[in-house]
């Protein structure tokens, strides 16, 4: 079945510790997203991507990094700059084309928390 | 510049009773408008879409919109709620350009009783 894999489903972070979430799709979508999730927030964009080894930042960028080396993968670094990561990420993409944002999938997230 | 306003953080309904999530949008181009639902620990999963064709949306499990430009509204409803519709909500926004970045609103979690 196609869809966007993330993993892992939970992760904790020390202090000082940079940690990678990952985000896999076999949809063949040109287009992957991240996005950062807090209670009574809605969701805020991080980093986006529309095309292999090109991201861009997004509402929030800062204490992040990201990768675009292969289609189908956009992993997410939560570095150590990121002074309070704890929220729930949430990875989607779309195939590109006139009709934007029509066809987002997301993944089933990761929840991240510091010990 | 775009945003999204949802009013109304919890709302609670009796199973079979109306549904009413409000979502009220600003936007400096012709809008595309979204309602997306999140059930606990999973993603989001598109319920209904506007993209300036017919004004009454409908989608997903018996839920429908209408967009209303003069009142800036695509407020989400559904005639008769079930339990399985106990979820969060999220109203988003986007223009209609390849580029264009999709706003989300703060989301309005769905409480349905007996």
């Known amino acids: 079945d196609g869809g966007i894999t993330q993993s892992p489903k939970y992760l904790f972070r020390k202090e000082g510790q940079n940690v990678t979430l990952s985000c896999e799709q076999n949809l063949n979508h040109d287009a992957m997203y991240w996005y950062r999730q807090d209670p009574g927030q809605g969701l805020r964009l991080i980093y986006y991507s529309q095309i292999v080894n090109d991201f861009q930042k997004g509402d929030i960028a800062e204490g992040y990094s990201v990768s675009r080396e292969k289609k189908e993968s956009f992993p997410l670094t939560v570095t150590s700059a990121q002074k309070n990561p704890t929220a729930f990420y949430l990875c989607?993409?779309?195939?590109?084309?006139?009709?934007?944002?029509?066809?987002?999938?997301f993944g089933s997230g990761t929840q991240l928390s510091v010990l | 510049a775009q945003s999204v306003t949802q009013l109304g953080s919890h709302v609670s309904v009796s199973e079979g009773a109306l549904v009413l999530l409000r979502c009220n949008y600003s936007?400096?181009?012709?809008?595309?408008l979204f309602w997306y639902v999140q059930y606990p620990n999973q993603g989001l999963q598109l319920l209904l879409k506007?993209?300036?064709?017919?004004?009454l949306v409908k989608g997903i499990n018996g839920f429908e919109a209408e967009f209303k430009k003069s009142e800036t509204s695509f407020h989400l409803t559904k005639p008769s709620a079930h339990m399985s519709d106990a979820a969060e909500y999220f109203c988003a926004v986007s223009g209609a350009g390849t580029a264009s970045k999709l706003t989300f609103g703060t989301g309005t979690r769905l409480q349905v009783t007996l």
């Open positions: 936007s400096s181009v012709p809008p595309y």
């Open positions: 506007y993209t300036s064709a017919a004004t």
């Open positions: 989607a993409s779309r195939t590109d084309g006139l009709a934007t944002n029509e066809k987002l999938f």
